[in-house]
């Protein structure tokens, strides 16, 4: 089962399951911290650095579901 998905938000995503830190890393995306990670959905940024946003869904739900 899914749970998370492109519309969410980035620090949401991380704050709910911070074991999704390191997928987002390894996928490219090591700027959390960053001003446009506190507004951006993961859709927004995998676009803006280039990520396959599949890849990166179906890796941070493998993450998510681990932590139930």
């Not at 890393?25 to 995998?46: D, K, P, T, V």
């Amino acid at each position: 089962m899914s749970e998370i998905n492109k519309e969410m938000g980035i620090i949401e995503v991380v704050e709910k399951y911070p074991q999704t830190v390191d997928v987002f890393r390894s996928h490219g995306m090591g700027c959390l911290g960053c001003a446009a990670a506190r507004f951006e959905n993961i859709e927004q940024g995998a676009m803006a650095h280039g990520i396959d946003l599949d890849a990166l869904i179906k890796d941070l739900n493998k993450v998510a579901e681990k932590s139930h």
